[in-house]
């Protein structure tokens, strides 16, 4: 009888394992494997297209949105709280709320471009929701590309209810044309099988046209909106600054912005942040990158609070991780945070501007 047993112990296992071998083999065939450079758009200026000109001043805004689901209701799984997502009818009101701030913000600041991460076609935990759709048709005046950085079939976490399919990334909405838009994968990532359900970070750059009006000759602005890694499993955010002050050395005239999930030079974050068990924000040092770029922050207002529980203020946790970094060919002259108070995202939007020297 003992022996019977056994047999069927045995036999289970084995079925077991197997199953999740093939299951394992499943998604590695099915696995998203981005290029290290793709070309999402080329375009030709005619001479007598309006293009920018050395002087012009250009506004950012900047704004992780948190796939409208991580509003002020929510704590996070992933990062020591329990649900893995919100109600339906509170993402599609996080949503609304999302883009009418940016419909306000664009029309009354004149906004040239718009640059948003974590922006959510086809997930389970924003309901399938296409956002970047409902971003198009809200933002009628702008151009946009969307870099992907997170495609996967099924996320098996939280067991006790998955996150599923994920399909999301970087936005960039811009009022100018420009000659070329870049998606550029970052160097980083996680080993198998862990890649098989996590992110895979990019750098989306558009490249803007900008005539110098005493030569009459074209230069190059880049806009580069970057998602940098949270969960660093090692060098993970290293490598990606090392990536991004490479791609910068030979670009003076560059505006950089995002979510860096690190804190700038110069900024001291809170203890709590530094001690936080799930994410710490990686330290940027001061000689990280040439002394001629230049880190644009607001350091009064908080970009991000901590996801382990529904947002109290003055009580949850928070810091300050986007912001923007500018080329030597373009002046900073205003960065503000705008306090939102994370009602509908765990971040605030970032409105930074600059002018082409």
């Not at 970070?201 to 230069?219: E, M, N, Q």
């Not at 003076?252 to 936080?276: E, K, M």
């Not at 607001?298 to 991780?321: I, K, L, M, N, Q």
Request: include cysteine.
């Amino acid at each position: 009888m003992m022996k019977h047993l056994l047999h069927i112990l045995l036999w289970s296992l084995s079925t077991l394992v197997a199953g999740l071998l093939l299951l394992l083999g499943l998604f590695w065939i099915r696995e998203w494997r981005p290029a290290p450079v793709e070309v999402l758009d080329t375009a030709a200026i005619a001479d007598d297209e309006p293009v920018l000109r050395r002087g012009d001043t250009v506004r950012i805004v900047s704004w992780n949105i948190g796939y409208a689901g991580l509003g002020d209701d929510m704590d996070f799984f992933y990062d020591g709280g329990k649900r893995m997502r919100t109600s339906q009818a509170r993402t599609v009101e996080n949503l609304q709320r999302i883009l009418r701030f940016l419909q306000r913000t664009a029309d009354s600041a004149r906004v040239d471009f718009i640059l948003l991460q974590e922006v959510d076609l086809d997930s389970r935990r924003s309901y399938g929701i296409d956002e970047y759709d409902s971003l198009r048709r809200a933002l009628p005046g702008y151009e946009s590309w969307m870099g992907l950085n997170y495609v996967a079939d099924f996320v098996p976490i939280p067991l006790t209810d998955p996150m599923g399919r994920v399909k999301g990334g970087v936005a960039t909405f811009s009022r100018w044309r420009p000659q070329r838009v870049v998606r550029y994968s970052y160097p980083s990532g996680f080993s198998f099988p862990m890649r098989l359900f996590n992110l895979k970070r990019c750098l989306l750059s558009a490249a803007i046209p900008v005539r110098d009006t005493a030569t009459g000759r074209l230069d190059t602005l880049f806009v580069n909106n970057t998602h940098n890694t949270a969960y660093d499993t090692g060098d993970m955010r290293s490598r990606e600054l090392a990536f991004l002050r490479n791609y910068l050395s030979d670009k003076p005239y560059s505006i950089t912005a995002g979510d860096w999930n690190s804190c700038p030079p110069g900024y001291r974050p809170s203890r709590a942040a530094l001690q936080d068990a799930h994410f710490r924000p990686f330290p940027i040092g001061q000689t990280d990158f040439p002394s001629d770029l230049r880190f644009v922050y607001d350091s009064r207002t908080p970009s991000v609070r901590y996801d382990y529980e529904p947002y109290r203020a003055g009580s949850t946790t928070t810091t300050v991780v986007d912001f923007a970094l500018c080329g030597p060919g373009v002046e900073a002259v205003g960065c503000e945070t705008i306090d939102l108070e994370f009602k509908n995202s765990d971040h605030n939007p970032v409105v930074a501007t600059f002018v082409i020297r």
